[in-house]
């Protein structure tokens, strides 16, 4: 082993160990004895999660995000598509802007994000509704979608588009016929990540929540507040095996080719 692959071995298990080691301290609490999270455990028990099982507030507030991130998702997927093929696709004058503010959500902070949605949705009179909250989380989820399928288009030859067309068919089909089945594994990884995305997103969407619709990320914030026992570690070991669960399914099934990277693509449609 050269002296380079070793540092990048080494470098990449320490980044691993950086990212596992506080999930595992989640996991080890959820089964923690103490109600103040004293360490390490004096004992063992699953009391955390009979908790949790009476909290009514979770149970309410897990449904409303599935259903938020499950239609947020399918929006920034159609919408992101779209957007890519404009990308992608044409040459148009402003085209550098329109990629531009589609790609502005990754650098605005979100307080700023969720504050203009505040005051936007308050004085349009949908503040509070899951209208509003799926159109903040479509904005946020948008720059994902177009990277991920922006960089999947740019691989994929025209010449079948082309090919399509000299046999007759029109714009939209040749492009529904020759390329979107070949797009179908970054569609996939796209909705994955843009529904793992909506779901966990509490910097914006406290601001446009109303207190008697909370999404889950809020109502687990606002708990924190009150109590500091380890019910929220049993809520997120549960949450970290489901994620862990869907990641390996996505894997097996789309293949980590699914997904390109932003800087690959956007060189290439350059």
Known sequence: MNRNRAFTLTALLLGLAFLVTPLVFVVVNSFNDSGYGAWPPPGWSLRWY????????????????????????????????????????????????????????????????????????????????????????????????????????????LVYEQAARDLGAGPVRAFVSATLPQLRRSLLAAYVLCFMISFDEVDATVFVVSPDQLTLPVSMYQYLQRYQDPTLAALSTILIGATFALVAVVMATAGTSAVSGLHSGRERRR
Not at 55 to 81: E, N, Y
Request: proline fraction near 5%.
């Open 50 to 157: 009979e908790r949790l099982a009476e909290q009514d507030g979770f149970g309410r507030a897990a449904l409303r995000s599935l259903g938020i991130a499950a239609v947020a998702a399918l929006a920034a997927v159609a919408a992101g598509t779209a957007a890519a093929v404009s990308l992608t696709r044409f040459r148009y004058p402003g085209r550098g802007l329109v990629e531009s503010l589609l790609l502005a959500p990754l650098i605005v902070p979100k307080v700023a994000i969720g504050l203009g949605a505040f005051i936007l949705f308050l004085q349009a009179g949908f503040y509070g509704s899951d209208g509003a909250l799926v159109g903040l989380h479509l904005v946020l989820l948008l720059p994902f979608t177009v990277n991920i399928v922006g960089g999947a288009l740019v691989r994929i030859p």
